[in-house]
C-alpha cells in the first residue's frame, strides 16, 4: 500500500528565506503526488500536483516541487518565505493501482519569522 | 471559482446521538469524499462515492457510518450512536473523474461529542 512520510512536523524560516518541506512515498507503482496547505481554520488547498507530465511542478502562491523517482520524493520549495505562507502542508499520494482515495502525510507546520 | 461548501462549520452532540454532517460538491464534479482528522493526528480518508454508491472506503467507515446523495447537489455523511472518539473535524471533498484530477476540499465541520 502506498504512505508518505513528511520529515519534520515543525519548520521555521526566518522572512526571504528558502523554504523547504521535505516529503517520501512509497508505492509499488507511478503515484499521483498531491501538496496541499491548510491555513488555520480552513479546508485544504491545492497547492500543486504531479502527474507523470513533468517532473518539475510549479504551483500557486510561487511554490514548486520536484518528483525524483530514484530518491521517491516530491519535496516542496519556495525560493524566498513571506509571512503570509505561515500554515500546515500536507504531502498526499494516490496509488497508480488503487482507488481515489488520498493518503496523506502527518503535515509539516511552517512557521515563518521577520 | 467554484467551492465545495459544508454545513453547520461546527456541531456539538451528546455521545449516543446521532448527527448528519452536510456537503455541496463543485456541481460538475462526479467524485466526492469523507475525510477525517482528529486533532493533532494526520488527514484519514474515509470515503468515496460515485454513480450513487460508494467506490472505495476505509475500515474507519464501519457500520456506524453511512453517506448518501439524496438530491441532485447535497452529499451527506451520517453517524449513528456518536462516541467521544468521533470528535473530529470532517472534511467533504469532490474531484472529476481522473486520478489526476485533484479533490476540492470544503472548510470542514468540526464535530464535538461531549
Known amino acids: 500500500a502506498q504512505s508518505v512520510t513528511q520529515l519534520g512536523s515543525h519548520v521555521s524560516v526566518s522572512e526571504g528565506a528558502l523554504v523547504l518541506l521535505r516529503c517520501n512515498y512509497s508505492?509499488?507503482?507511478?503515484?499521483?503526488l498531491f501538496w496541499y496547505v491548510q491555513y488555520p481554520n480552513q479546508g485544504l488547498q491545492l497547492l500543486l500536483k504531479y502527474t507523470s507530465a513533468a517532473t518539475l511542478v510549479k504551483g500557486i502562491n510561487g511554490f514548486e516541487a520536484e518528483f525524483k523517482k530514484s530518491e521517491t520524493s516530491f519535496h516542496l520549495t519556495k525560493p524566498s518565505a513571506h509571512m503570509s505562507d505561515a500554515a500546515e502542508y500536507f504531502c498526499?499520494?494516490?496509488?497508480?493501482?488503487?482507488?481515489?482515495?488520498?493518503?496523506f502525510g502527518k503535515g509539516t507546520s511552517l512557521l515563518v519569522t521577520p | 471559482e467554484p467551492e465545495v461548501t459544508q454545513t453547520p462549520s461546527h456541531q456539538v452532540t451528546q455521545m449516543g446521538q446521532e448527527v448528519i454532517l452536510r456537503c455541496v460538491p463543485i456541481?460538475?464534479?462526479?467524485?466526492f469524499y469523507w475525510y477525517r482528522q482528529i486533532l493533532g493526528q494526520k488527514v484519514e480518508f474515509l470515503v468515496s462515492?460515485?454513480?450513487?454508491?460508494?467506490?472505495?472506503k476505509s475500515e474507519i467507515f464501519d457500520d456506524q457510518f453511512s453517506v448518501e446523495r439524496p438530491d441532485g447537489s447535497n452529499f451527506t455523511l451520517k453517524i449513528r450512536s456518536t462516541k467521544l472518539e468521533d470528535s473530529a473535524m470532517y472534511f467533504c471533498?469532490?474531484?472529476?473523474?481522473?486520478?489526476?484530477?485533484?479533490?476540492?476540499f470544503g472548510d470542514g465541520t468540526r464535530l464535538s461529542i461531549l
Open positions: 508505492s509499488s507503482v507511478p503515484p499521483y
Open positions: 462515492f460515485y454513480n450513487n454508491e460508494i467506490s472505495e
Open positions: 471533498a469532490s474531484s472529476g473523474t481522473g486520478k489526476n484530477q485533484p479533490q476540492h
Open positions: 456541481s460538475n464534479h462526479l467524485y
Open positions: 498526499a499520494v494516490i496509488s497508480g493501482n488503487s482507488g481515489y482515495a488520498l493518503n
